[in-house]
């Protein structure tokens, strides 16, 4: 047992192999197109060193890993305090060192974590799952409580850190699950070390770097609507279209299934009401029998109020948060197409500025400038290379993303086929539960003399 509680089992090491950078003898950001280069910064950063798509095991079968996030403690005092959360896995994936082990984690790593995938893996067309969203409100109130240093095994009891929790909880899995992610080097660290993490001060929402990254996004956003891509493909015409489609209907539901929590709350409440007026009522009843069957009442409505209560929280827990993680995923997805637009744009840019190579090379020739005619040739073999590695750039992400939203689908089948039983079945069992209360006073009122 080492010092952060793992069960250690040696594995083996794999050694990354490297490839060249994709601009590697071009500056394609020289001074003179410095500012026309600024839009397609994401889009041109040197390539990955390529990953296997199986994932070796130690184990004959299929990959396993299970992530569990779980006791929120709050650490430190004051606006300096913050609530870590005990991360726990089990795999059987060699790319970690050991098979069972947990280590805490800050709510600031995972942010962190989704920051470098994204920085990795978006400009590839690998579907990025969404960290949860912050929630400041309910950090300051954490902050600035009474409540102590937490104690090992005392959880912080707040809905909205439960809600974080499974949030943080499904956000690792989803990453886990993913054939590449889950061998990420930052990931498997993540996950496996034992040591704090490197502070991951761009998230935080009123630093300069968030500031930096709400321009961003502004920018991004015009840059959306503004550009419109001559598609070839229409695959990705019908999937974007796809794509728009379901993120919106699946936001009017996550709206409603909202309104119906609220609603089924409210009933509950109601019902806790009808239960304290029948008991009262049941107190000054002089009627025996209509007191019993008053006061029995009074109990099965009590029962009825926590079990509406439950259903409330599977509506929430059960449906409304898959249905709330896959608007995020969504959101993932026209990230990811949009970088492919990105790169598009890139190239195109590569192909222009090779016309333009190519044009000045032509008027050279004609003034017969032969002092300048080897440098202007070496441009335009320069950017020819540009374009055939932006094209090549172009073809990798669209087949890429192609793959991707393959096993998407695949993932989301299965997952919303998981969910729908499990909530149907929980909505069922309450069902009967209520037929079982009810059908219990049925003989004590008809016992009333």
Known sequence: MDTNGTLEHDGETEQTQKQQPAFDNVDITSPDDENENDIFESAIQEPLSPVLEDVPTDEAGDTFIEIVVADPQKVGDGMGSYLAYKVST???????????????????????????????????????????????????????????????????????????????????????????????????????????????????????????RLFNKVGETVNKITYKMDENDPWFNDKISEVETIDAHMQKLHSAIKALVSHRKELATLTGGVAKSAALLSTCEEHTGLSQALSQLADVEEKVELLRSEQANSDLYILSETIKDYIGLFGAIKDVFHERVKVFQNWQHAQMQLTKKRENKAKLELQDRRDKLEFAQKEVEEWEGKVQRCQKEFDNISSEIKKEMERFE????????????????????????QMRYWEAIVPVARDIA
């Open 90 to 212: 089990k795999t059987n994936i060699l790319k970690f060192k050991k098979r069972q082990f947990f280590t805490m984690r800050r709510f600031s790593d995972f942010l962190g974590l989704h920051d470098l995938l994204v920085s990795k893996y978006l400009r590839m067309g690998r579907i990025i799952p969404p960290a949860p969203e912050k929630n400041i409100i309910g950090t300051t109130k954490v902050r600035m409580g009474s409540q102590p240093q937490a104690e090992a095994g005392a959880g912080v009891n707040l809905e909205w850190i439960e809600n974080r929790r499974a949030s943080l909880e499904r956000f690792l899995n989803r990453v886990a699950q993913h054939p590449v992610l889950c061998q990420d080097t930052d990931f498997v660290n993540f996950l496996e070390s034992d040591q704090e993490l490197p502070r991951a001060v761009n998230t935080a929402a009123l630093s300069g770097a968030g500031v930096m």
């Open 410 to 433: 695949l993932a989301r089948a299965r997952d919303f086929k998981s969910t729908i039983i499990k909530y149907l079945e929980d909505q069922m069992a309450h069902q009967q539960q």
